[in-house]
């Protein structure tokens, strides 16, 4: 065996972001990912900006080590055919609004009564059930109601959202979760099942102390911009050429840390004496601090600060990230060869196996790049019926 | 089958907040976990404020479902104890930094080769390889050095962490992952293996469109604030006693939303009239639209944008996510019972399965609440001999 998800064979019905996502880990361990799009067009982000060479950067890289199979599932030859992969496959994943598939006739429990083992995982703004199940959601619209855009941002005045879609990405995560669980549980009682993750439940969450804090405290967590709340200094401060976080969490590294700015006297300074006493007089300090590290560039800082054991690091643009040492010594970034696209770089596989190692299977599928090959294999169709069948604007 | 982990026994030497809240993860799905904690105070989040009771709302929030047997590991007797129950269990978790567990003559060639089915789980700052493996590493650290602070934020000159330790909570649910992959490789195989998940690693991947459109385009991601960086009107804007984010992703919605706010003279305004023109436009749109916004409460323009189905929401604060009706519904604020603390609320389990859900098994342990009764049943260990090594403080 060589990865974790070798021998389960996925269906893709997902579009754009959390649903992909979640297809293309779940391909990345291992599994056979079949992606079924409208012949017309196929997925919405094939047509996402920036393009090269026509194919979308945004689409190639979370689709890769895919297959493409164009059906047209409001045909009802191509609801046929879903029906006869669904007998066929291990997993179906979608994220259109709830209610969709029951509307073109293949809800949850038509695919079931073709195929009980399938386990059916539905990702969606909302979820399946509950009184916001049918509103729509975007990422920006979700991390507002889930409480992330209310305690991200410089202050009270300019609640700000995570600058990647993080609702839509923990959706996916949390999805090959559901998916993951529901196959263990199939492998021992033979059934399948349906997993209904909603990104609104999933930013709820991973709220994390904020939950536990308003709960106990009755104080309503706001924007508290880079500063740690209840430990300094632990915050962003000002370089000559950009900025450096430290984090230097106890009076041992606070000692360290005013050694290397040079700023001896403030250990023994009354206002700076403790934790708390920093805490307190966290604008004076922080004031101090950053005229200090103005004065010289984030790089010696970094060096000087690491060289101390002080916790410290830049803030990486990613142009930095995509070229960092250690991010490239650990396979995060990697190069993908696209038939028409050429190179692209993709962020690699985070989890490390040491048995069985995930995996970039190749670059994502031109749409309808297998439709052939997979109804060829699954359902023993043959070229000519293909054909006939494109004619018809069944298949793509 | 109840559970999708039934069966699975955890042996949990996480602390903090990335291991634990795997751990907290695998309970919730139904495994057994037992945290070994050192019986000096145990994990070092029991300390973290607000308490109740004297116990610690943060560790109780992220423990909850789990056992705890306090063994010292630096003790050759707790070092003896540890590695037979490893020889009992399926999985081992930890977060230390890398290196730790050999230290304590504890390393995966050790525990693997006492039990080769065991799957070893590390989860750190920069993973087990690479150059910075050895660095200190805190959640504000990762979230500059991955990316995700250069691209969140107001704008270009104040670079923002994620209000929640997303760094952290990111390397908790990708090891999950991992942990049920190599779960799965082990049913197959017979054989346990090493899962390393770095936070680093899981910012990179998650990094999004920011990676794509950057080895693409060559232009580097900045913060953005609520705007999105191609379609408009899609952001937050203000209200009389706060803000809505309204998603008019299309433009139909664009006319819709016109007309709600009562200003129809913008759909035909050539300034307006295509996506292009109103990215172009954009900072006299938004003028124009807050100037609309602010005149009724946020209240006011969800219940009209909703009627018309323009996607749009709140920005909840905490306290308003933890009472919202659809949350609720969802059971996504489930109330616990501790012996000592009394009732907390804690988020619930996002992933909602048809057969095998998801549970809270119970409130978090106390310190080695669990000693005697793990003990006992998994080494058929006595009353007396474990208050003998309680008094030899090897266990507590």
């Given at each position: 065996m060589n990865r974790p998800l070798e021998g389960v064979t996925v269906l893709d019905l997902t579009r754009v972001l959390a649903g992909p996502f979640a297809t293309m880990m779940l391909s990345d361990l291992g599994a056979r990912v079949i992606k079924v799009e409208n012949?017309?067009?196929?997925?919405?982000?094939?047509?996402?900006?920036?393009?090269?060479n026509g194919e979308s950067a945004y689409f190639m890289s979370i689709n890769r080590g895919k297959e493409s199979v164009a059906i047209n599932l409001k045909h009802p030859e191509g609801k046929k055919l879903l029906l006869e992969l669904v007998k066929k496959v291990d997993v179906l994943v979608e994220n259109f609004k709830p209610g969709t598939m029951e509307k073109l006739g293949l809800g949850y429990p038509v695919l079931s009564g073709v195929n009980p083992r399938l386990i059916y995982a539905a990702s969606s703004g909302?979820?399946?059930?509950?009184?916001?199940?049918h509103l729509p959601a975007y990422d920006l619209i979700i991390q507002g109601m889930g409480g992330l855009q209310s305690i991200t941002g410089p202050d009270e005045e300019h609640p700000t959202k995570v600058g990647s879609s993080m609702a839509d990405i923990l959706a996916g995560i949390f999805t090959v979760i559901g998916i993951l669980g529901a196959l263990r549980a199939r492998d021992i009682t033979g059934q399948g099942q349906m997993v209904d993750v909603a990104m609104l439940d999933c930013l709820v969450a991973t709220l994390e102390n904020a939950i536990a804090r308003y709960v106990v405290t009755g104080n309503v967590p706001k924007p508290a911009g880079n500063d740690h709340p209840s430990i300094a200094p632990f915050a962003t401060f000002e370089s000559s050429d950009g900025f450096v976080n430290i984090a230097a969490g106890n009076d041992a590294l606070w000692a360290k840390l005013c050694s290397v700015l040079g700023m001896?006297?403030?250990?023994?300074d009354p206002r700076f004496l403790t934790n708390s006493d920093r805490i307190r007089n966290w604008p004076e300090l922080k004031a101090a601090i950053n005229e200090r590290t103005r004065t010289r560039s984030t790089a010696h800082w970094v060096e000087v600060l690491r060289e101390a054991n002080v916790p410290c690091g830049p803030i990486n643009t990613v142009d930095k990230v995509v070229s960092d040492p250690h991010v490239l010594a650990r396979d995060m970034i990697v190069s993908l060869v696209h038939p028409v696209a050429g190179e692209l770089k993709v962020p690699g596989v985070p989890i490390k196996f040491s048995k069985t190692p995930g995996e970039i299977k190749g670059p994502a599928p031109l749409l309808g790049e297998h439709t052939g090959k997979v109804l060829g294999e699954f359902l023993s169709m043959g070229e000519e019926e293909i054909q006939e069948l494109k004619r018809q604007g069944v298949l793509g």
């Open positions: 012949p017309s067009g196929g997925d919405d982000s094939r047509a996402f900006a920036p393009m090269v909302f979820g399946q059930y509950g009184p916001y199940s001896e006297e403030f250990v023994q």
